[in-house]
């Protein structure tokens, strides 16, 4: 799939380097490969389908987390106008919102 980066620390995502400055090499470890994992996938919907990263919809929201690890969750949503099964067979894009670890009411982006 083709990836958009629409978060503001994009530039992360190309510049390994500036990825080790910033982050934690488990991290960076992890969201190279899930990155990496994401231009595989032909649609959306086959990540769905897969267990890459236990893709789930977050609560009232069009985004999608995959896990990085225990807490940290890169955050996606497919471009696309309608959400439909038909609608992810045919996406062939997503955004990238970022890194973040939302977990006990908080927001640490890490990449954000």
Request: proline share 2%; hydrophobic share 40%.
């Amino acid at each position: 799939m083709e990836i958009i980066y629409s978060c503001k620390e994009r530039e992360l995502f190309s510049n390994l380097e500036l990825m080790k400055k910033k982050l934690k090499i488990e991290h960076i470890k992890m969201i190279v490969k899930r990155v990496n994992e994401l231009k595989a996938f032909n649609n959306f919907q086959e990540l769905l389908n897969s267990s890459i990263g236990k893709p789930e919809r977050l609560t009232n929201s069009e985004y999608y987390s995959l896990r990085i690890d225990k807490n940290y969750r890169l955050i996606i949503k497919p471009v696309i106008k309608v959400y439909s099964a038909e609608e992810f067979l045919m996406c062939e894009s997503i955004e990238i919102k970022g890194v973040v670890d939302y977990h006990g009411g908080k927001n640490n982006w890490i990449i954000k």
